[in-house]
């Protein structure tokens, strides 16, 4: 096929630099991809022929794909999108990929897709910047160690947009934000989104986890997001876990439930607000992990930390977070924090 017809698909003026390609399950690889009822058959072709067009891409995906690999969008393809049909909506699920996708192209956009049973990821981007994941669902991903997740993002993946995402069913982390000590995880927003029935095998999870190895890291937003039953207690969750050094974090306006040891943890970070998040505690949940490094064994590393006008439900919590044993320098800022049961609400600072 001419790649000059990629710029004027889809009801594009001629010459403007724009594409959309068309991939349906029923579809053929011998077909141009340039309609509906032109469709490719294989994610892979449409990847192939985006590189070569040079254009911003969108990729419409239709029906049910059993993926022996990943869709991989590549370094140095420009804005592709990949997004669910709305007349046939797409579902990935695994034939032997380890991943449903991977992003390695900056201001990548993936949208709509149900994504069902990989036994590492579902999206996983890396060393790509200003990526958007946005209302997709990914189902039961089967992780079988650290550094996994339904969606994870690795590397130097600033400005991503992880929102209005449903996560169910994981076996380590359902959204997670890892790095090396060259990374930088700046201006990350995860929000809005529905967490739930993560952290079910391996231990040491978040829900939602982030850390900041480079420590160098500013502007993250954890705000909105709705995590629920994550857990069994053998599995060590937290809720929202700022892991390893991870800074300059608002998390905001959260809904927590679930069976996990702790609600949140700080370990080894600095200038953390926790805030106005709502948290209902299972037996035997704690409401913080408030943690010096384990490496640089440091509270004065710690300091700036800020936890205001969360609401703690559940039976016997004595504190947010056991002051006694952290030095001044290092204590976190308590004002306005709640313990509530059926009987009632009280402050929960000291």
Sequence with gaps: MALAALGSVNGAQAGQAEATIYVDANGSDSRSGMSPGEALRTPAKAMALAGRSGLPVTVVLSGQFRLADPIVIERGLRNVTLVSSADRPAVLTSGGAAAAIVVKADRARI???????????GIFVTDARGVTIRENRILETRSNGWSQGAIHLTGNVTGAIVERNRVKGADYAGIQVDTNSNSDVSNIVIAGN???QTCRVIADCGAIYINDRGRSSRGTLIADNDVRD???PSAKGRGIYLDDWASNVTVRGNRIEGRGSYAFQIHGGHDNLVTNNMVFLSRGTKPFLYQQHVRSKSWTEMTGNRISGN???????AAVVDLARIPDRGRPQLRDNRACTARGCASLDS
């Excluded at 949208?111 to 990821?121: K, M």
């Excluded at 609401?311 to 919590?317: R, S, V």
Aim: net charge negative; proline share 8%; hydrophobic share 35%.
């Design 230 to 232: 994550f857990g069994p």
């Design 111 to 121: 949208s709509g897709l149900t994504i069902n049973g990989f036994p590492q990821r």
């Design 311 to 317: 609401e703690f439900n559940g039976e016997m919590i």
């Design 194 to 196: 529905r967490v739930e």
